[in-house]
């Protein structure tokens, strides 16, 4: 079992990756908005890489690779949140 915690710092070096991939290459974030991609585009990104984490857990034996693959769409999906927003559940 992985602890609640260890999860998000997982997320967290997927996201100081992402920030690296774009300092490195600025033209692969759109600059339409605010220099940020559209929440339309990160939707796209989300379902592109949930395909991309369906075929590694087919192809592969065992977890690790859609793991990998879903590291990613978790930082995707906090990417989105920083750059709209991050509305709270209400409990």
Do not use: F
């Not at 774009?22 to 929440?39: E, F, L």
């Not at 395909?51 to 769409?73: E, M, P, S, Y």
């Amino acid at each position: 079992m992985t602890t609640r915690q260890e999860v998000y710092e997982a997320i967290d070096t997927e996201r100081e990756y992402q920030d690296r991939i774009i300092a490195q290459d600025p033209s692969r974030h759109d600059a339409t908005v605010d220099a940020n991609h559209s929440v339309g585009a990160y939707l796209t990104m989300l379902d592109t890489y949930l395909h991309r984490a369906q075929d590694a857990w087919t192809d592969n034996a065992g977890h690790d690779k859609a793991l990998d693959v879903i590291r990613k769409i978790a930082g995707i999906a906090v990417h989105c949140m920083e750059d709209h927003g991050a509305p709270k559940r209400k409990l």
